[in-house]
């Protein structure tokens, strides 16, 4: 066995040998996969092999996709066999919220490619002559998508790896995993040991042991799933088309034809089973192609139902059953990217439907790995979107609840409220008693909205029953002044003789020069692509205090830490759960705070985009002069135990003023009517900031920084999109995020995030488009719930353009 390799990949199912196919692809061949039995042999062999295209998530739609347009060529690419079946599929709706949805994913699939009809009855009992559509009210079609054979596919992969130059290393167990003093990884495995520059834990059932050998963790929980097969039915023996996979929400079930037979897995509703409980969910290291037995009793009324659905089966008999382990994550996506706080150690796991995510998951990973960025957005992928709160009792629940939603469609406004909640600020329960109804955010509670009356929410696309309360919320912002909790900012402490020039070579903009100064800034990857957006805080020469979105908090962390150059004296500490933090905004927001402390809070003083240490009602805190909606305000950042009673004196100072409790649905109205662009949205990893119209946060004089070089390139040779921000006529619904933008029939752009301007009365939007529609006054059409609605670009924001009530 060799002692060196670039990258040593741990585990031999479809997602390891997806990434090593497309690691050699990409050029990398000095790649070692090893996997401690047979490939497949952990989940991968058993699975049932559906390849959906049927998914919201703008970027898993475009991981699912790459794999629907590699699998029908690969058998004839390597000569192995892979038995693409391209029967397409069909999910039923069965009300109006589940059509919207339809809709919604309709104009994701014209963006990206794949094909997709929303159907009626009559169509669909064309397609599938033999399903009973009772209670159906429409069904989504997608044409392109089907089902392999797991094994030969995974097989396929580990083939054209192979011939492409790649190294396989079956029935090798890997004992160890130690980080070496020159960066290194020492790979100890039974028969040798391989020093590496990369290692990647694609371990599926089994990740969580490889990622405890680096001292680090995985936020997965292995489900049992059972499918069964039956004995051939007559009507299929008879017919040579194939009946497409449907997905059934009555059922919470997918039936599909299998040969000529029946075959019908099924995701309970209830009572989940998780697997290997004995030994906390993890199976044995040695364990390999293991079944559990099936329980017909725990499944059976789904199946009552798929019967129903499919009388044709029903004197069927059954003729193999199987139950295996799914790895599930909290969010049901995939683990692809670094691991926290570890260089070159990435995770490529946790793939619930992972036939389908396999191929697009290496792709895009390889190519994170080797050009320092994938092509899409990896911000929902990226492992470290989770923190250190969520393996374990966190994940365990949010598992079994994502595994028993396979079939209930996450609605916008709909709180999946399992492992809730994890993270709190000392408000939390002020606040919720107050009626805060909150949201999650990084493990974090925040206010959403405040339900005063107690009022529920009605989740779905289209305007609902909580639009005339955000509307107060947003007006009180706007005319009086509001408070809110947003303690789940990430924060951080960055001190030393070496701060400034560390943080000036790692962010593209330049840092304040005066003590006071607040900047916003952008950590940029090599390729010049946008990795993180913070402000920043300088209260000395050599230190300075930055803060970024909570989803953030790991990866910026990493930034900061792993951006430290030997012999450079810089400290940077995590300061996220040690402070919390309120936003006290409005044009009265002064009148407010002047009332609760000393300090001179006129522009004379204490002007916008300045930071202090000052002292609140009696505590010492820091005061920010900077907002994300547009009005005269602070954020006030003071130690989380003191945060209730600054609340009480903020509230009380605020009464004779109207002050009003605000949530984030309120501040995502407010930063779109004031053209405020968001991380992971508009600012990812697929794009410059030249492509972001970003460029007035990039300090071109400077020597040298982080994609510098990069982003140059881009500036001089030009871009083939940009961020434009757009008003589109008002209907019953927003802009969400994933829409194509349409001028006639053909797509030239996609949405990426919008929301209704409460006090402008406008229905506003972002989207990334051809440049020659950036110009201000452009047209196009902006495809909304199956609908096209016109669409103008703005040139300046609807709220302030010129910032006179921040500087107020």
């Known amino acids: 066995m060799q002692s060196h390799a670039r990258v040593v990949i741990v585990g031999g199912g479809m997602m390891g040998c997806s990434l090593l196919y497309h690691l050699a692809e990409e050029g990398w061949k000095d790649v070692v996969l090893i996997e401690k ?32 347009t590699l699998y029908p060529k690969l058998e004839a690419m390597t000569g192995q066999y892979v038995s693409w079946h391209g029967c397409g599929g069909i999910r039923f709706a069965t009300n109006r ?26 169509e669909i009992k064309r397609i599938n002559p033999f399903v009973d559509t009772e209670g159906v009210i429409a069904g989504a079609w997608t044409l392109d998508d089907g089902h392999v054979d797991p094994a030969g596919c995974c097989n396929a992969m580990a083939k054209g790896a192979r011939d492409m130059g790649a190294t396989i290393i079956r029935n090798n167990r890997v004992l160890e995993i130690n980080s070496q003093p020159g960066g290194e990884w020492q790979v100890v495995t039974e028969k040798g040991t391989i020093l590496a520059e990369h290692v990647v834990n694609a371990a599926g059932c089994y990740a969580r042991q490889v990622a405890q050998m680096v001292g680090s963790d995985v936020p997965i929980t292995n489900m049992e799933h059972t499918y069964l097969v039956t004995e051939p039915i007559q009507e299929f023996v008879e017919r040579n088309e194939e009946m497409p996979v449907m997905r059934d929400p ?63 089966w029903a004197n069927a008999g059954i003729k193999r059953i199987v139950c295996g382990a799914i790895p599930h994550t909290p969010d049901s996506n995939p683990l692809l990217g670094p691991a926290a706080g570890l260089r070159n150690f990435w995770q490529c796991n946790g793939a619930s439907i992972g036939i389908a995510a396999g ?57 999946r409220m399992a492992s809730r909640p994890a993270r709190t600020s000392s408000l939390f329960e002020i606040l919720e008693a107050k009626g ?9 509670e925040r206010p959403k909205w405040f339900s005063l009356d107690g009022r529920e929410e009605e989740a779905g696309f289209r305007h609902n029953n909580v639009l005339e309360v955000v509307a107060e919320e947003c007006k009180a912002v706007r ?46 990857s090599t390729e010049g692509r946008i990795a993180g957006e913070v402000t920043v805080t300088r209260f000395a020469e050599d230190r300075f205090y930055l803060l970024s979105g909570a989803g953030a908090e790991e990866r910026d962390f990493d930034h900061l830490c792993q951006g430290v150059r030997e012999g450079e004296r810089v400290t940077v500490r995590n300061v996220t759960d040690d402070l ?34 000052i002292t609140v009602a009696g505590i010492a805190l820091r005061a920010l002069r900077v907002n994300y909606v547009g009005e005269l305000g602070w954020e006030l950042h003071c130690p989380m135990a003191d945060l209730p009673a600054l609340y009480a004196a903020l509230w009380a100072a605020g009464e004779a003023h109207g002050i009003a409790d605000f ?23 697929e794009i410059t900031m030249v492509e972001a119209d970003m460029e007035r946060f990039v300090a071109w004089d400077k020597e040298d920084f982080v994609g510098k070089a990069a982003t140059q390139r881009v500036k001089q040779q030009g871009v083939s999109q940009i961020c434009v921000y757009f008003e589109t006529d008002k209907g019953t619904s927003d802009v969400h995020g994933g829409e194509a933008v349409l001028v006639g029939d053909r797509a030239v752009g996609v949405t990426t995030s919008g929301g209704y301007g409460h006090y402008s009365g406008k229905s506003l939007g972002f989207a990334y488009v051809e440049p020659s529609l950036a110009e201000p006054g452009s047209s196009f059409d902006v495809f909304v719930l199956g609908e096209r609605r016109p669409a103008k670009v703005l040139a300046e924001p609807v709220w302030d353009p010129a910032n006179e009530r921040l500087r107020a």
């Open 359 to 415: 191929a697009g998951s290496g792709k895009y990973l390889a190519q994170w790995m080797v050009h320092g960025d994938a092509e899409i957005n990896m911000a929902g992928l990226d492992p470290r979107r989770f923190g250190g709160y969520a393996p374990g009792d966190y994940t365990k629940a949010k598992s079994h609840q994502d595994y028993e939603h396979m079939y209930i469609l996450h609605l916008p406004g709909h709180e």
């Open 97 to 122: 919220e589940e059509l919207d949805y339809f809709r919604h994913v309709e104009g994701v699939a014209k963006m990206i490619g794949f094909r997709m009809q929303v159907v009626g009855v009559d």
């Open 436 to 444: 805060a109804v909150h949201t999650e955010a990084h493990g974090w």
């Open 580 to 613: 919390g933090v309120l936003v006290l905004a409005g044009p009265r927001a002064r009148d407010v705070l002047a009332q609760v402390t000393d300090e001179d809070l006129g522009n004379g003083g204490f002007r916008w985009l300045t930071g202090k240490e």
């Open 250 to 312: 009555y059922a919470a079930a997918y039936y599909r034809q299998e040969q000529k037979a029946g075959l019908i897995g099924i995701y309970e509703l209830e009572n989940s089973v998780e697997c290997w409980t004995h030994r906390g969910g993890w199976p044995e290291w040695d364990s390999e192609n293991e079944l559990f037995e099936g329980d017909m009793d725990r499944i059976a009324p789904y199946v009552e139902r798929v019967l129903e659905r499919m009388p044709i």
């Open 663 to 685: 949530g984030v649905y309120a501040v995502n109205s407010l930063r779109m009517e004031k053209a405020y662009k968001g991380w992971a949205a508009e600012l990812t990893n």
């Open 479 to 524: 005319e009086r002044v509001g408070i809110l909790d947003l303690s789940s900012f990430a924060k951080y402490e960055v001190e030393g003789p070496d701060a400034a020039s560390m943080l000036n070579r790692l962010l593209a903009n330049r840092m304040p020069k005066r003590d006071g100064g607040i900047g916003l800034a952008h950590f940029l």
């Open 37 to 68: 039995a047979e490939l497949t042999s952990g989940s991968t062999w058993h699975a049932a092999g559906q390849c959906p295209s049927f998914i919201a998530d703008y970027n898993m739609a475009k991981v699912h996709h790459y794999g629907n």
